[in-house]
């Protein structure tokens, strides 16, 4: 029985899809729930898996084909025969094409193979679940020529692990004066715009400022080890009081948690904080709904279910919708001082940055102090500067006495 295989129904922030990686091919035995192809939108990598055990019979979008929503994408048997029939059907196939069938490999590079008359099984793959590349093809044929390895087709999944579902990265040969032109992802083209358009739409601003982390550090060293056992092993993190202080600060300051539409006003009676994640395919903010009622281990395992999900390329379109505000954490990188862009609609966005000793004066005495320091951009538009130094003061106090956070003072 044949199948229709459609690409998911996008939401209407979207409108369409690429495809960006087959990862089975016509007459490639197929399990049901197994995964077929990934399709790539401007904010998430969407996964489209089998109905039924079968076979594809028919790939109608090839990779980089851009897609609709509920678009046909390929045309699928279920029931069929899988790889066992395949060899059959083409009589002069030689042993080593046998082999190459079992790897998984990119249309392009195996078309890049044929051509060169480059053996599959000798190549190492770089791709996404130990897929040959047409990349690996092409740096497979810079090498100088070796003796083959025996043994080599059944080790060749092994370096799949270390790969991700990120962009491959040209490698260059040390003293070669190369360029390699590689297409920008949707979602990096995606943050490009949004991050160009910001800076173009809004009257952006940066107000800056530090925070003495010595009390936020001492309450986390003396507490994170009841917390992690007493909040089945979530670690109590910096974030979590970031976003707390934060959430308190926004009720104070309606205006940095509004939003601007057209040239109406948008306030927002709830905080959803959109925390950065970093990705190797590009930045994304999943968000954090109704901060204000959730405790800090509700917003620890919060946040690292969203890291993993990023990492993963598992997050949803709904988990990055909406937001009232944002933190980014620059200091995860060493980052000591930066001006965060804001994420629109939203008027206003935090950045953390890196914790370092400095010497200051407390009353009246000179001391090594943990120091971060905090930067606010916003959209003066919408908020005075008066309105944004208070709201960064805020975060600050808050911060270096935490206790505040609890008693709401």
Do not use: C
């Not at 091919?25 to 904010?43: F, H, M, N, S, Y």
């Not at 360029?179 to 940066?206: C, D, F, G, H, Y």
């Not at 400022?209 to 507490?223: C, G, P, S, T």
């Amino acid at each position: 029985m044949s199948i229709e295989v459609k690409a998911p129904v996008f939401p209407e922030s979207v409108a369409d899809g690429t495809i960006a990686t087959w990862h089975k091919q016509p007459g490639e035995a197929v399990k049901r729930d197994e995964l077929l192809v990934d399709i790539e939108t401007d904010k998430v990598v969407l996964e489209v898996v089998a109905q039924a055990d079968g076979v594809i019979k028919e790939i109608i979008k090839a990779e980089g084909d851009t897609v609709l929503s509920a678009e046909v994408v390929a045309i699928f048997e279920a029931g069929a025969a899988g790889s066992e029939a395949a060899p059959a059907a083409a009589p002069e196939a030689k042993a080593e094409t046998a082999d190459a069938d079992d790897l998984k490999v990119n249309p392009a590079a195996r078309k890049l193979a044929e051509e060169k008359g480059v053996s599959l099984s000798d190549v190492k793959a770089t791709g996404k679940d130990g897929r040959i590349t047409k990349e690996d093809v092409l740096n497979h044929m810079k090498q100088p020529e070796a003796a083959p390895q025996a043994a080599a087709p059944a080790a060749a999944p092994a370096p799949a692990p270390a790969a991700s579902s990120a962009p491959a990265v040209p490698s260059f040969v040390q003293g070669e004066r190369a360029e390699k032109r590689v297409p920008m992802t949707r979602l990096r083209a995606t943050i490009a715009k949004r991050l160009v358009s910001a800076q173009q739409n809004a009257a952006m601003l940066t107000t800056y400022n530090e925070v003495d982390m010595k009390a936020v550090m001492e309450l986390r060293k003396q507490y994170k080890d009841m917390f992690e056992k007493k909040h089945n092993g979530t670690r109590l993190g910096f974030m979590s009081f970031f976003v707390k202080a934060a959430t308190e600060a926004l009720k104070r300051f309606p205006s940095v948690n509004a939003s601007i539409d057209g040239n109406d006003i948008v306030y927002h009676g709830y905080q959803d904080i959109g925390v950065a994640v970093s990705t190797e395919k590009g930045l994304v903010v999943p968000v954090l709904r109704d901060v204000d009622a959730m405790g800090l281990a509700d917003i620890e395992s919060g946040i690292m279910d969203y890291a993993v999900k990023a990492r993963d390329g598992k997050l949803g379109i709904e988990e990055m919708q909406g937001g009232t505000f944002t933190i980014t954490n620059g200091g995860t990188f060493g980052s000591l001082m930066s001006t965060p862009i804001l994420n629109p609609p939203q008027t206003a966005i935090l950045g953390m940055h890196k914790i370092q000793d400095r010497p200051m004066a407390i009353n009246g005495q000179v001391e090594i102090r943990p120091m971060m320091y905090l930067a606010l951009s916003y959209d003066h538009r919408m908020i005075d500067g008066k309105e944004a130094v208070q709201f960064l003061v805020t975060i600050k106090e808050l911060l270096e006495d935490p206790a505040r956070i609890l008693l709401d003072i």
